[in-house]
Nanobody, 115 residues
Framework: QVQLVESGGGLVQPGGSLRLSCAAS????????MGWYRQAPGKERDLVAA???????NYADSVKGRFTISRDNVKNTVYLQMNSLRPEDTAVYYC?????????WGQGTQVTVSS
């Protein structure tokens, strides 16, 4: 049973930075494209960043140049470095495979950008 646990969220002022972590159990992590998703209140859950097993990355236009996704296949962990945060980045952030597997959704980590 694969389990994904997100951490690192919090309250930050506009322009600030946060680093999210997603710890994955199960060796399947090393074989698949992983992504960070986010869901703001009243909105759908959207993919914001993805990284392949070959470390190729892709980003949503809204975060390009500000967010960086990375992975450590030894630690089975995927990271999201978020810089120049904006109020519109406020959301619950989740990690999952790309495309996502329903059974893998965790509880996410809340990111709030506010002065």
């Amino acid at each position: 049973q694969v389990q994904l646990v997100e951490s690192g969220g919090g309250l930050v002022q506009p322009g600030g930075s946060l680093r999210l972590s997603c710890a994955a159990s199960g060796s399947i992590f090393r074989l698949n494209t992983m992504g960070w998703y986010r869901q703001a209140p009243g909105k759908e859950r959207d993919l914001v960043a993805a990284i392949t097993r070959g470390y190729n990355t892709n980003y949503a236009d809204s975060v390009k140049g500000r967010f960086t996704i990375s992975r450590d296949n030894v630690k089975n962990t995927v990271y999201l470095q978020m810089n120049s945060l904006r109020p519109e980045d406020t959301a619950v952030y989740y990690c999952n495979e790309v495309p996502p597997i329903v059974a893998y959704w965790g509880q996410g980590t809340q990111v709030t950008v506010s002065s």
